[in-house]
């Protein structure tokens, strides 16, 4: 219970933060940065809470950014590209960018998701648009169509995803993963664990190895 109670907190934190991140993007002036950090946000409930509270700080998140900025580009961009990467990179996140393979992988990966939202949004937004004052249409195709928003799609974002990588490497590492009781029962059965305690040093109050008994002995000896 206990276990559960630090994971619901750590999403309920994350949820925070992402909603802020939200409020940012609905209220200021501000490109869709916020809405890449609330990305993290969900991801980092799916991995240091479960998936289920991953989910649930995108839904909140997503709700709440409805009730303040509206039915807006902002809002979809959140909600069609933002939000599922938050949830999808918690299942990719051994494909990283540190090994030529994964990064491959990963980069390939990458520039399908973005290019697959970014182009479901477009869709959206033209369809939507049909019949205002604005022809949207006309001046998209005057910036040269999609295909541009397709390359600078890949341009910005892939590396982006390159930045949240590192950034998910270094967070989680600060972040440790809560076991379960049984999971920690079963590790200090193991004998690997027990191994593992048996070669590590033991330090006294003052910071000082404390040798163990094989150590003594052999002092005794030489």
Known sequence: MKVQTKKLTTAAVCTALAVIMCAMTAYLPLSFMPLFIAAFCIFTACKRGSVPYGILCAIASAGLMFLMSGLSVKWLIFVIVFMPYGIVTAFIDKLGYFKVKTAVIRAILAIAYFNLTV???YLIVINATVGLDINVTD???TLGGYAVFAV?????????????CVLSDTVLKKIPARLSKAEILKNKKSPESAARKTDEPEYDIFGYEIKKDNDADKDKRE
Do not use: E, M, N, Y
């Open 119 to 121: 182009g479901i949004v």
């Open 139 to 141: 001046w998209v195709s």
């Open 152 to 164: 600078v799609a890949t341009v910005v974002l892939v590396p982006l995803d390159v930045v949240f």
